[in-house]
């Protein structure tokens, strides 16, 4: 029963959100945005029916492991620090190295700066690579 209703709920939500990401939005980027979104929404839902039609495939830690939720929030803010702050990178250099191909081509010589600005939009997720290694350090 629950992997049938989990099942069915795959199917409209692939369905029904990539038919409406494809003809609602005339802006691309969300378009872009609204479909990763579903996708990330249809993963976190088969995981989780799977780990409810199959739990013996989901283990216990173990006795002597103990971890408390203060070092489980801890580790959940390392990574979205890494993730959130690499998501954002990555639309940085998308943008910025666009606006550089199409300048460099109409003047060449200004490919140095260009370099340099894509450069400082990569820098974005190494900040965030360099968060969560201080709050590793921390737990």
Do not use: D, Q
């Amino acid at each position: 029963m629950t992997t049938g209703l989990i099942i069915g709920s795959l199917i409209v939500l692939a369905v029904l959100g990539g038919g409406f990401s494809v003809y609602k939005f005339k802006v691309r980027w969300l378009k872009y945005a609204y479909f990763a979104f579903n996708i990330t929404l249809l993963v976190f839902l088969f995981f989780w029916g799977v780990s409810l039609a199959f739990p013996h495939l989901v283990y216990a830690a173990e006795a002597n492991e103990t971890v408390s939720s203060g070092n489980s929030l801890g580790y959940l803010a390392a990574g979205l620090s890494v993730g959130i702050a690499s998501i954002g990178a990555g639309i940085a250099v998308g943008i910025a190295g666009s606006a550089a191909i199409g300048a460099i081509s109409e003047k060449p010589e200004i490919l140095g700066r260009a370099l340099i600005i894509i450069g400082l939009a990569e820098g974005i997720a190494i900040y965030g690579l360099i968060i969560s290694i201080m709050i590793l350090g921390r737990l």
